[in-house]
């Protein structure tokens, strides 16, 4: 089978398109004939050892795909050949066939095409483990996201709005503010480090939001946190400003506010029916159209270095999914 390959580590250059052979899957894993395969920030990194886990060379990465199962490991009993399913695979899933975990394996509701499913499970999980089970985001809360229109922005806007939060989104640029608006958020602000912590106080009348949504770090992070409210809570979920930044320590401790980290991965390893749960909850926002994701492109899965190059440009509005059969 063809799949996209990280021979050498470096950036969406250095990936070649080549047969590839993925076995039989193992214990507790499945294998599944992938139909779209979804692209996320973590893949820009994962491709240059820059992720928090690496695998060994050669590797495809993708880390979430949709498609229809072809072959189980030998202790799985709760999916067949022939299941349509969505999987999160840490790796390995820009391919025409992938090896996904059983535990994070999940049947797709048949409201629920392959290519929302794709474009839904990485961003949308992270967020709905994030505001459910670190943030205990409660209706009436007011939440910031920074970075607001990428994948996981755009998921924090709709989860948020549908537990009942007022959100502002915070983006670079008007466009992607009105892409923002079109999502569905309460208030949107054009950020920069130097005006977010008057801006955030400013539209919250002096109180502070009561959670920040994090996935951009940098010089942002110090100036949101200063604009918390008290009891706060800040989510960190990722650092796609390229630079991992610190806080003041005092901060937290006089707003009363927590530092709060996000890491799906790590949740879906150690908390497999929790995050099922969490899952099965999204599948049906999903088949009843209370979210839906936004697909800013599809992209044929050779051609996976252009779709790599826009999520590391920040040049995506939602999300990008690379399509396996397309011509």
């Given at each position: 089978?063809?799949?996209?390959?990280?021979?050498?580590?470096?950036?969406?250059?250095?990936?070649?398109?080549?047969?590839?052979?993925?076995?039989?899957?193992?214990?507790?894993?499945?294998?599944?004939?992938?139909?779209?395969a979804g692209v996320n920030f973590p893949d820009t990194l994962i491709i240059q050892g820059k992720y928090q886990f690496q695998?060994?060379?050669?590797?495809?990465?993708?880390?979430?795909?949709?498609?229809?199962?072809?072959?189980?490991?030998?202790?799985?009993?709760?999916?067949?050949?022939?299941?349509?399913?969505?999987?999160?695979?840490?790796?390995?899933?820009?391919?025409?066939?992938?090896?996904?975990?059983?535990?994070?394996?999940?049947?797709?509701?048949?409201?629920?095409?392959?290519?929302?499913a794709a474009a839904t499970l990485m961003t949308h999980g992270t967020v709905i483990h994030a505001l459910k089970d670190r943030a205990k985001l409660q209706a009436g809360d007011t939440m910031a996201i920074l970075g607001a229109s990428g994948g996981v922005g755009t998921?924090?806007?709709?989860?948020?709005?549908?537990?009942?939060?007022?959100?502002?989104?915070c983006a670079s640029t008007d466009e992607k503010l009105d892409f923002c608006k079109k999502v569905g958020a309460d208030i949107v602000h054009k950020y920069s480090p130097e005006n977010i912590k008057t801006a955030l106080k400013d539209l919250t009348d002096g109180r502070g939001v009561d959670v920040v949504f994090d996935a951009v770090g940098g010089g942002f992070t110090e100036q949101a946190f200063r604009?918390?409210?008290?009891?706060?809570?800040?989510?960190?979920?990722?650092?796609?400003?390229?630079?991992?930044?610190a806080i003041p320590l005092n901060l937290p401790l006089l707003k009363s506010a927590s530092i709060t980290g996000v890491f799906w991965g790590n949740f879906f390893r150690n908390f497999p029916e929790e995050n099922k749960k969490n899952i099965q909850e999204l599948l049906g926002m999903l088949a009843t159209k209370k979210v839906c994701p936004f697909i800013d492109e599809i992209i044929p899965l050779h051609e996976a270095r252009n779709a790599l190059e826009k999520v590391e440009n920040r040049n995506v509005k939602g999300k990008i999914i690379l399509e396996v059969n397309a011509e």
């Open positions: 089978m063809k799949a996209i390959l990280v021979e050498e580590l470096g950036g969406p250059e250095k990936l070649v398109y080549r047969d590839h052979d993925i076995g039989s899957p193992g214990s507790g894993k499945v294998k599944i004939a992938v139909e779209y695998p060994e060379l050669p590797f495809s990465p993708g880390g979430e795909v949709a498609g229809t199962i072809i072959e189980v490991g030998p202790d799985v009993s709760e999916f067949k050949p022939g299941d349509r399913v969505v999987s999160g695979t840490s790796w390995g899933g820009f391919a025409e066939e992938a090896i996904g975990f059983a535990s994070n394996t999940h049947h797709l509701p048949t409201e629920v095409s392959f290519k929302d998921a924090a806007i709709q989860l948020g709005k549908a537990m009942g939060a007022k959100v502002i989104a604009a918390i409210a008290p009891m706060g809570r800040y989510l960190v979920v990722g650092f796609a400003a390229g630079h991992v930044p």
